[in-house]
């Protein structure tokens, strides 16, 4: 049953602008993508806004409707692409370049792709070593940078027309840092920017311009960018939501989905071993060991969040768990990756569990930026502002209160859809007898 509660949200009118900085491989085989769809009318598959149901009230009530149907999402139809990089010129090089998808796939989108030119990066390659920028704005001060930015964003908006604006970071992983005396708050930072700070990265200089202009930000690589005092202020005091960080694909998704059904039988673990091989530009990037870093550090957390060596300490007291990648270029983005997992059971017996995941990193990774967006773009009409931790779905390394994240992608999935039911004004879904 529906109730009063509802939250009021601003219908989903005119354009979205959905604004990349990184448009490599999964920024040209997201938009290619979304392309086909509109083109083509057929499913965006592995899109969990567009494809999956919802179901509402009780089993018997049969009500179970799609998530698009439920919620005011910006039609596929609706959405306006743009973004920055420091190579790329238009997303038809782009997805070439990726090579993902086939040129025949290509073909028929090839002028549209065309169309999609990239803006130029604040970019600085002391924090991405493997790549040497060719289209880098001029301004060096990075306050000039962020006005810079802003007037990117500004200039897309009424070109295209746009009603709103979000911007999901899809380039490469900078190089690992931790959070420093310039982060620690908004004033400290601005003064940063305007000192040119070297603790501060491109990707914290896109954060700022976009909250300050009022949009949306979600982080798809493993930099701190928004993990950060003065960010989360700045968010919170413009009314704007951010989420992060890493997108969750491949050998992670794999994780989160096996653990915790490890855990639910309370089968113990003693090793967790994950390699993988990756010969894409993100693959090169992250064959540097600083860039190597970051991703490492969001990639390890996961398994201790989920099952929870504090409360079973005989289980999972004692894990291995190593994570490697090997940038391997015959395979592009054709990633392969190998999972030992060492399990024990009954008396202490061991068994084994190999996992050999033959994945497509873009594949997996596109449709998470379409739901981030749609959802990012939603929240923000639904009044929300910082961080959006019901997004946790979708991340590695999910950005969240001080509670901690939640891993496990079963409770992030229910967490997911109670929110949509919590703004629709109907009863979370507990799934005990009486719900
Ligand atoms: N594909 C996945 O499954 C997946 C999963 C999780 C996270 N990610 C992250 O998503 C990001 C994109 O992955 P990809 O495979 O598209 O990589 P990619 O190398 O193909 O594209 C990244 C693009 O970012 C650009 N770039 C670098 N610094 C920039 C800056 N300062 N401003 C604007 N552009 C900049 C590069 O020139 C490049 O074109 C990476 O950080 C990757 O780690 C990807």
Not at 25 to 34: H, P, Y
Not at 282 to 297: C, H, I, Q, R, Y
Not at 323 to 349: H, T
Not at 365 to 385: K, Q, T, W, Y
Request: proline residues 6%; hydrophobic residues 40%.
């Amino acid at each position: 049953m529906t109730d009063s509660t509802a939250r009021e949200i601003a219908p989903a009118s005119g354009k979205l602008g959905l604004l990349m900085p990184g448009m490599g491989a999964v920024a040209s085989t997201l938009i290619a993508g979304v392309m086909h769809a509109r083109n083509t009318g057929e499913d965006p598959i592995g899109s969990v806004s567009q494809m999956a149901h919802i179901r509402l009230g009780k089993r018997e009530e049969g009500r179970n409707p799609r998530i698009n149907e439920f919620v005011p999402l910006a039609d596929l139809d609706d959405i306006v692409f743009g973004g920055w990089d420091p190579l790329s010129p238009n997303m038809l090089e782009a997805a070439r370049t990726a090579g993902v998808m086939t040129p025949e796939d290509l073909a028929p989108l090839s002028g549209e792709l065309e169309g999609v030119v990239a803006m130029d990066a604040v970019f600085d390659q002391r924090w991405v070593s493997r790549i040497t920028g060719v289209r880098v704005k001029e301004q060096t001060n990075k306050m000039d940078q962020a006005q810079a930015l802003m007037e990117d964003i500004e200039r897309f908006r009424v070109e295209n027309e746009c009603d709103r604006l979000v911007m999901v970071w899809c380039a490469s992983t900078e190089a690992y840092q931790e959070p420093s005396a310039v982060h620690a708050s908004i004033e400290s930072f601005e003064q940063g920017l305007r000192d040119s700070d070297d603790n501060i990265a491109p990707s914290q200089i896109y954060a700022y311009a976009a909250i300050m202009n009022g949009v949306p930000f979600a982080n798809g690589a493993p930099n701190l960018t928004l993990d950060l005092p003065c960010i989360v202020e700045l968010a919170e005091r413009e009314g704007v939501p951010i989420c992060g960080k890493d997108f969750k694909t491949g050998q992670t998704l794999m994780k989160t989905l096996i653990s915790p059904g490890l855990k639910s039988r309370m089968l113990g673990v003693r090793g967790w071993y994950s390699t993988n091989i990756l010969g894409n530009r993100d693959g090169e990037v992250l064959d540097a060991p600083e860039n190597f870093m970051t991703k490492e550090s969001s990639k390890l957390g996961v398994l201790d969040t989920i099952l929870q060596p504090e409360v079973y300490p005989n289980l999972y007291g004692d894990i291995e768990h190593k994570v490697r990648i090997d940038y391997y270029p015959p395979r592009g983005d054709d990633k392969e990756g190998w999972d030992n997992i060492d399990i024990f059971g009954w008396l202490g017996y061991p068994m084994q569990i190999k996992i050999n995941f033959l994945c497509r990193d873009s594949i997996l990774a596109a449709p998470i930026v379409l739901d981030l967006a749609l959802f990012m773009d939603l929240a923000s009409r639904a009044g929300e502002s910082g961080v959006q931790e019901w997004l946790s779905f979708y991340f590695k390394a999910p950005q969240a209160g001080p509670a901690g994240p939640e891993h496990d992608i079963f409770i992030q999935q229910t967490k997911l859809k109670n929110t949509l039911r919590e703004w629709m004004g109907e009863q979370p879904v507990t799934h005990s007898e009486a719900g």
